[in-house]
Structure formats: C-alpha cells, structure tokens
T-cell receptor, first 114, second 114 residues
Framework: AQTVTQSQPEMSVQEAETVTLSCTYD???????LFWYKQPPSRQMILVIR??????QNATENRFSVNFQKAAKSFSLKISDSQLGDAAMYFC???????????FGPGTRLSVLP | DGGITQSPKYLFRKEGQNVTLSCEQN?????MYWYRQDPGQGLRLIYY???????QKGDIAEGYSVSREKKESFPLTVTSAQKNPTAFYLC?????????????FGSGTQLSVL
C-alpha cells in the first residue's frame, strides 16, 4: 500500500524568508500524481501545487515550488518570501494514475513569524 | 455559483443516535469522497463513489454508511456503531477522465458527541 510521510510536525519561518517542507512517499507504481494542500485556520483545504510523476520538470506556482526526486521518492515544498497568510497546516498527498484514492501525509504545521 | 456545500457546519450527536452529514455539489463531478480528520492528523478515507448507485469502502468505513442516488449528492451517515465519531468531516469531488486529477473540497462539518 502507498504511504506518505511528513517528518516535520511543525516548522516556523520568519516573514519574507524561505522555508522547505519535506515529504516522502512509498509506491511501486511509475505513473502517479503528487500534491501539496494547504489548510488554514478556516480548515478549508486549498490546493497549492501539483506534480505529475512523468514530468521531470519541477512544478512552480508563484512563490511555491517543489523539488521532485522520483528515484528517492521525495517531494518537498519550498515557499519563498513567506507571508503571514502562509501560516497553515500543509498536507502532502499522493494518488495513482487512476486517481481512485488519495493518500495523505500527517501534515506539517507552519508558523510565520513577523 | 459552482461548488461543494457541506451541511451543517457543526453537528452534535447523542449516544445511540444516527446522524447524517450532507454533501451537495454542482460541479458535475463524477467522483465523490468522504474523509475524516482528527486533530493534528491527516485525512483518512471513509467511503468513495465513482458513479451513481455505486460506492466503495475506504480505510475506516466501519460505523459509517453512504448512498449515491444522485450525481450531485453523497450523504454520510454516522451510525451508533461508530464509537468515536468526534472529528472533522470533509467531502471532496473529482472530475473523472480529466488530466487534472485534483480533489475539490467542501468546507467541512465538525461532529461532536454530547
């Protein structure tokens, strides 16, 4: 069965600085999708970024980028120029090519210090 | 205005009582999911449905039941057999057959036991 691990339960970053959240996963499949979701205090789940495993190029969305290392099964999220609004729980998630089930990691709580 | 509506936002259950959480969507998405989130933990899959009149158990289906009589609706019943129902429940949808496999989430229902 696929598993997703986030080894950092909590992280903090100074406003305007850069922070990297770690995620590793375990799968025997070669084609899949990886996601980072953000859950602010409102508890609304918001998609931050998405990566397709067959694409070697790392995904980027404005201040958010990933470092996707397929061989190492690693998928870290880098947040540049951190803002107070980035404070939230961040969940790494995996789904196979068929997308029938998402597997979520336990989450990393990010605090942004003014 | 397209989206996913979960109701109620807060729900209280008495001992031995069944309660039903509502999830309605007007995104015309085929797949619908129910997740449970406990404090400080990731999301765990309860049930999912790919098409009308069909659904499958997730990882923690015991004590829960669902129906999918309409494409737009996927209600979740928390039965008296679920001994620890206090949690935050999230409904999600997914457009099947699209290259973008992301999940869209509702705003959640917080269930507590009286």
């Amino acid at each position: 069965a696929q598993t997703v691990t986030q080894s950092q339960p909590e992280m903090s970053v100074q406003e305007a600085e850069t922070v990297t959240l770690s995620c590793t996963y375990d799968t025997s499949e070669s084609d899949y999708y990886l996601f980072w979701y953000k859950q602010p205090p409102s508890r609304q789940m918001i998609l931050v970024i998405r990566q397709e495993a067959y694409k070697q190029q790392n995904a980027t969305e404005n201040r958010f980028s990933v470092n996707f290392q397929k061989a190492a099964k690693s998928f870290s999220l880098k947040i540049s120029d951190s803002q107070l609004g980035d404070a939230a729980m961040y969940f790494c998630a995996y789904t196979s090519n068929y997308g029938q089930n998402f597997v979520f990691g336990p989450g990393t709580r990010l605090s942004v210090l003014p | 205005d397209g989206g996913i509506t979960q109701s109620p936002k807060y729900l209280f259950r008495k001992e031995g009582q069944n309660v039903t959480l509502s999830c309605e969507q007007n995104l015309n998405h085929d797949a619908m999911y129910w997740y449970r989130q406990d404090p400080g933990q990731g999301l765990r899959l309860i049930y999912y449905s790919q098409i009308v009149n069909d659904f499958q158990k997730g990882d923690i289906a015991e004590g829960y039941s669902v129906s999918r009589e309409k494409k737009e609706s996927f209600p979740l019943t928390v039965t008296s057999a679920q001994k620890n129902p206090t949690a935050f429940y999230l409904c999600a949808t997914q457009l099947r057959g699209a290259t973008n496999e992301k999940l869209f989430f509702g705003s959640g229902t917080q269930l507590s036991v009286l």
